[in-house]
T-cell receptor, first 113, second 113 residues
Framework: EDQVTQSPEALRLQEGESSSLNCSYT??????LFWYRQDPGKGPEFLFT???AGEEKEKERLKATLTKKESFLHITAPKPEDSATYLC??????????????FGKGTKLSVKP | ETGVTQSPTHLIKTRGQQVTLRCSSQ?????VSWYQQALGQGPQFIFQ???????GRGNFPPRFSGLQFPNYSSELNVNALELDDSALYLC????????????FGEGSWLTVV
């Protein structure tokens, strides 16, 4: 069964303390690994899409990487405004639906000043 | 701002009632999908519409139904509401094709009492 697991469930950092969030997945065929940011009570905001192992993408303090079994979201020198829930999702090739995203439960990041 | 708008933003319904949620997709996007997000969980795929036809469905009962209109806007209808239907309902739009990004709206908060 296709599934995605995110860890840790929650992460508390001090401002400037770099860290990484993990997303591990098992899927029959990968058509993209997606990262979203979600603020409380809001819809997910798109961050990155990665398609193949070895691919990396960056945006401000965030960098996403992809291997054959995992993706990491690295946060460098985070600021309090980076506090949010970060969701990982993949769109598999197989299954009853075309194009649906399968999400993990997310990692809730809190950055203290 | 993703250009995906949803209404209403919040609503309260009684168990057994019916509800209709609405979504206007981002300009030019011909694929609309709906997700249910319970508190503390990742979004769960309900179904997807492409050119007014449902072309994918998640593990949700038939009392969850939808429509897509010629202008690509969409509705989600839920009949015989149950307490467990209380959740954030997210609409997402994209261009057709497996490699395209899915953009989410801010969601409709449904509380069933």
């Amino acid at each position: 069964e296709d599934q995605v697991t995110q860890s840790p469930e929650a992460l508390r950092l001090q401002e400037g303390e770099s860290s990484s969030l993990n997303c591990s997945y098992t899927v029959s065929g990968l058509r993209g690994l997606f990262w979203y940011r979600q603020d409380p009570g809001k819809g997910p905001e798109f961050l990155f899409t990665l398609y193949s192992a070895g691919e990396e993408k960056e945006k401000e303090r965030l960098k996403a990487t992809l291997t054959k079994k995992e993706s990491f979201l690295h946060i460098t020198a985070p600021k309090p405004e980076d506090s949010a829930t970060y969701l990982c999702a993949f769109r598999g090739i197989y299954g009853g639906s075309q194009g649906n995203l399968i999400f993990g439960k997310g990692t809730k990041l809190s950055v203290k000043p | 701002e993703t250009g995906v708008t949803q209404s209403p933003t919040h609503l309260i319904k009684t168990r057994g009632q019916q509800v209709t949620l609405r979504c206007s997709s981002q300009s030019g996007h011909n694929t609309v999908s709906w997700y249910q997000q319970a508190l503390g969980q990742g979004p769960q795929f309900i179904f997807q519409y492409y050119r007014e036809e449902e072309n994918g469905r998640g593990n949700f009962p038939p009392r969850f139904s939808g429509l897509q209109f010629p202008n690509y806007s969409s509705e989600l209808n839920v009949n015989a509401l149950e307490l467990d239907d209380s959740a954030l309902y997210l609409c997402a739009s994209s261009l057709d094709g497996p490699g395209n990004t899915i953009y989410f709206g801010e969601g409709s908060w449904l509380t069933v009492v």
